[in-house]
């Protein structure tokens, strides 16, 4: 994951990027696009911004095949910057105990 500095100011707003973790619940060679920011940073788009950003690197630089995302189905702004960031919904299912909805892009 990378931490994530806002342009004009340099602060600290959070971390987004790229996971990859060996009990992911779809596929033991799929990696996780995340994000987490600090509350005072929300609703500028900033996540979307740190989504699409880390899944090109995802594609262009690593190569990767496929990029998924995985949340609470509850988690409604998560699931928006999914949307945003073009992962499309792709069903739900269960990770560490959660009901999970799961989202994906494929390199094509
Ligand atoms: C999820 C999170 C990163 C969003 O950050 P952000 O920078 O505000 O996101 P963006 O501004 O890029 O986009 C948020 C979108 O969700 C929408 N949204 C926000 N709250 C919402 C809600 N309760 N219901 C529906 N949509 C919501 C916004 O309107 C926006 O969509 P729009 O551009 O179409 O209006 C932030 O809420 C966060 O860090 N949450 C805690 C950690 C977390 O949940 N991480 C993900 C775990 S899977």
Known sequence: MWAVEHGATGAFV?????????????????????????RSF???????????????????????????????PENAASRRVMEKAGLTFRGETSWRGYGVVWYAADRE
């Open 14 to 38: 959070g971390f987004a990027g790229l996971l990859r973790q060996e009990d992911r619940p779809e596929g033991e060679h799929e990696t996780e696009v995340g994000w987490r920011l600090d």
């Open 42 to 72: 929300w609703g500028q788009g900033l996540a979307t911004e740190g989504a699409r950003a880390s899944q090109r690197h995802g594609f262009e630089a690593l190569e990767l095949e496929r990029i998924i995302s995985i949340t609470v």
